[in-house]
């Protein structure tokens, strides 16, 4: 079985265009809006400017280490913020039932961030320390779906990105943290389960971070400058269905069919292509005009030459955990 996991960077730009409109904004992208007390961009999807514009005032009357409990206040949940380029600005994402908005501020990015599918993975044998290097041999991978284990939280990847020892009997890479390169970023912990080690499942569960700032949500993450797909549900990875896939190094919404079926397994092949570090990403349907998807598996290999992209369904890895797929709220 070929593993995905890497060092692949990617660097984004992004282009801003001017747009001003009260109406309520498309799923998949953006709307541009006017901008609004301190905020120099305000970006909205499946809301109206008019609801983006009143949460930009509102961030701006109070300091940026209350972002979260502001945005909880007038109805949004925060999703993450991160550094723009320039270090000097930072965007702030929110979601609201099938709703997103970004809004961009001047200074440093409030320590906001947490589980969603689709994130950079860092896995390690040694501890990891936030704000530090990574250690040496550490894999890189992508997270997938939030999932509810035993009354408490957990996060999906590939297991093989922990690896096993040659007996089987513990992980190898046990420790994981959420990336924000150069650094570890957010420390996760070890792993918690690792079905490899007791089936032909390549699933492990991480814990997910908790607490104030730390928020996690049943969505596909597509970076700040898209907003993010909603999990609304569990798909059945049919032949010849439409699938979708993102990963860290093959980026977002990679999307192709089910062709096939791997060798001697059950595991499904796709027409999509896939590189190393895309393992543990997200597979889910076509998302539909309200920016829902639905989940179908965790990416797991490359077939052949032209580099299929194989996955494991979701369905007996929720079983074999005795596991529920966390979904996104009514729209």
């Known amino acids: 079985m070929a593993g995905l996991v890497g060092w692949v960077l990617l660097v984004t730009a992004i282009t801003f265009v ?4 009260t109406a309520i904004a498309e799923a998949g992208e953006y709307t541009r809006c006017q901008r609004a007390g301190d905020a120099t961009v305000v970006d909205v999807s499946v809301a109206s400017c008019d609801d983006a514009v009143a949460v930009a005032t509102a961030l701006a009357a109070e300091p940026d280490a209350r972002s979260e409990a502001v945005l909880r206040g007038v109805g949004w949940s925060p999703l993450r913020a991160a550094a723009t380029g320039d270090r000097k600005h930072y965007d702030l994402v929110a979601i609201r039932g099938r709703a997103a908005l970004r809004i961009r501020r001047a200074g440093a990015a409030p320590d906001l961030d947490g589980w969603a599918a689709g994130r950079e993975l860092l896995f390690a044998r040694g501890r990891l320390v936030g704000g530090k290097p990574p250690p040496r ?5 992508t997270s997938a779906f939030l999932i509810r284990l035993g009354g408490h939280p957990g996060g999906l990847s590939a297991a093989h990105c922990g ?7 513990t992980t190898r890479r046990r420790n994981a943290a959420l990336r924000r390169p150069p650094q570890p970023g957010i420390v996760l912990g070890r792993v918690a389960r690792n079905l490899l080690r007791t089936r032909p499942l390549d699933a492990l569960v991480l814990p997910v971070p908790s607490g104030t700032g730390r928020p996690s949500a049943a969505v596909v993450d597509r970076g700040v400058s898209r907003p993010p797909w909603f999990v609304t549900g569990r798909a059945r990875p049919l032949l010849g269905r439409s699938v979708c896939y993102t990963g860290r190094t093959s ?3 990679r999307c192709g069919r089910i062709v096939r079926s791997y060798p001697g397994t059950r595991l499904p092949c796709t027409t999509i292509t896939a590189r190393q570090g895309d393992s543990g990403g997200p597979v889910y ?3 539909r005009a309200d920016g829902s998807v639905r989940a179908i598996g965790i990416t797991t290999l490359v077939f052949g030459l032209l580099q299929s992209m194989c996955f494991t369904p979701l369905g007996p890895v929720l079983d074999a955990l005795n596991a529920r797929l966390v979904t996104a709220p009514a729209a």
């Open 18 to 21: 001017s747009v001003a409109t």
């Open 137 to 141: 041999r550490s894999a890189l991978c």
């Open 163 to 169: 690896g096993l020892h040659s007996d089987g009997g």
């Open 251 to 253: 980026g977002i919404d």
């Open 285 to 287: 349907s076509t998302p």
